[in-house]
Nanobody, 125 residues
Framework: QLQASGGGLVQAGGSLTLSCAASGSTFRNYNMGWFRQAPGKEREFVARITWSSSGVNYADSVKGRFTISRVNAKNTVYLQMNSLKPEDTAVYYC????????????????????WGQGTQVTVSS
């Protein structure tokens, strides 16, 4: 089970850090990703981190502004979001994919087995 938190209302240029806490003892065996869905739009990939933290990848729209990280000892993955823009407004979801998934698939939501409930991020202009 995944529980996302940390969303809220922030002004453009501000920062937020999202957290996603996982239950169970197998967190370290999963690649983790963040996706988002804005009103009227399809869910889109934001960032992912491999099970060992050896590799991260970002959508072009957030590259240089967002940072994904994880602490396996805390069963938690984070998304640090800086220089937020109004177009970052969306519901953000964390998700877990088996470590056996090939890296190239991890930008696709169908690669992920488990999903959190989402946390709302609203960026005002």
């Amino acid at each position: 089970q995944l529980q996302a938190s940390g969303g809220g209302l922030v002004q453009a240029g501000g920062s937020l850090t999202l957290s996603c806490a996982a239950s169970g003892s197998t967190f370290r065996n999963y690649n983790m990703g963040w996706f988002r869905q804005a009103p009227g739009k399809e869910r889109e990939f934001v960032a992912r981190i491999t099970w060992s933290s050896s590799g991260v990848n970002y959508a072009d729209s957030v590259k240089g502004r967002f940072t994904i990280s994880r602490v396996n000892a805390k069963n938690t993955v984070y998304l640090q979001m800086n220089s937020l823009k109004p177009e970052d407004t969306a519901v953000y979801y964390c998700a877990a994919a088996s470590r056996s998934q090939i890296l190239s698939s991890l930008s696709l939501d169908r690669a992920y087995e488990y999903w959190g409930q989402g946390t709302q991020v609203t960026v005002s202009s």
